[in-house]
C-alpha cells in the first residue's frame, strides 16, 4: 500500500507520542538523568520536535554533529501534542492554500506552533517521496512543551549508534529491527486540515528545514 504523501508516523501510546531532539551533552544529559530540561534550556525561543527517528538521525548525523551529540527521546502527551497541532501554522507560503501572503504572515506571527513537511528518511539516509512531520514550538507552546507535557526523556544515543553501526556494516535488517516502531498516529477529524497543503495549491517546494537552519536558531536540535 502506497504511504500518503502527508501523514504522522510515530512511536505512541493511548496516552503519549515519543519526539526525538538533540543537544550538546551539557544540556541533553541532565534532561535525561531528570527526565525533564534544565533550567538553562530556553524556554522562550522555538524548539523543534521530530517524531521521526530516522529524520532525526539525518538531522543530527547519527549524534555526530557538533552539538547534537545527545539524541534523546522525548515521550509527550497526546493532548499537548495535538494542541500544538491544532494552534499551528504552516512555516511557509503556499499560494492557493493560504487566502493570501499577508494573511499567512500573520498567522505565522501568531501562532505558537508551525509545522514543516520534510522528505521522511530511509537508513541510508536517503530522502523517500513521502513527508515527515516537523513541529516547531515557540512562546507558550515551547515552554508547555518543557513543563507540562513532557512525560518522559531517554538518553537513546546508543541506539543511534547501534543502529548506524549496523548500517554501516552492510546488514540493514538488523539496524531496522532496532528502530522504534513508528505507526500512523491517529489525528481526529479536521486535526490537519490546516497543516495539509491541497494538490491544487502552488506545487513548489518551499524550503526544507534543513535549508532554514542553516541560519543560526537556538534550541533547535
Not at 119 to 147: I, K, M, N
Not at 182 to 210: N, Q
Amino acid at each position: 500500500m502506497e504511504e500518503p504523501k502527508y501523514r504522522i508516523r510515530a512511536l505512541h501510546t493511548p496516552d503519549t507520542v515519543t519526539v526525538y531532539q538533540a543537544y550538546r551533552p551539557e544540556i541533553g544529559l541532565p534532561a535525561a538523568r531528570d527526565g525533564r530540561f534544565p533550567a538553562t534550556w530556553k524556554r522562550d525561543r522555538m524548539t523543534w520536535i521530530k517524531p521521526s527517528f530516522l529524520w532525526m538521525m539525518y538531522r543530527c548525523g547519527w549524534g555526530a554533529k557538533e552539538g547534537q551529540e545527545t539524541v534523546l527521546a522525548v515521550e509527550i502527551t497526546r493532548e499537548g501534542f495535538e494542541w500544538a497541532l491544532r494552534n499551528a501554522c504552516l512555516s511557509h507560503y503556499v499560494r492557493r492554500f493560504h487566502p493570501d501572503e499577508a494573511t499567512w504572515k500573520r498567522q505565522l506571527r501568531q501562532a505558537p506552533a508551525r509545522v514543516q513537511w520534510d522528505p521522511e528518511r530511509d537508513l541510508h539516509l536517503r530522502p523517500l517521496p513521502y513527508r515527515s512531520l516537523q513541529l516547531g514550538l515557540s512562546g507558550e507552546a515551547s515552554r508547555r512543551y518543557a513543563d507540562e507535557w513532557t512525560v518522559s526523556v531517554t538518553d537513546v544515543t546508543p541506539l543511534a549508534h547501534d543502529v548506524h553501526a549496523l548500517v554501516r556494516a552492510g546488514d540493514p535488517a538488523a539496524a531496522a529491527r532496532l528502530l522504534p516502531r513508528e505507526e500512523p498516529y491517529p489525528t481526529p477529524d479536521g486535526l490537519l486540515d490546516h497543516l495539509l497543503v491541497h494538490e491544487a495549491a502552488d506545487p513548489a517546494e518551499p524550503a526544507t528545514e534543513t535549508e532554514k537552519l542553516k541560519s543560526p536558531v537556538p534550541n533547535i536540535p
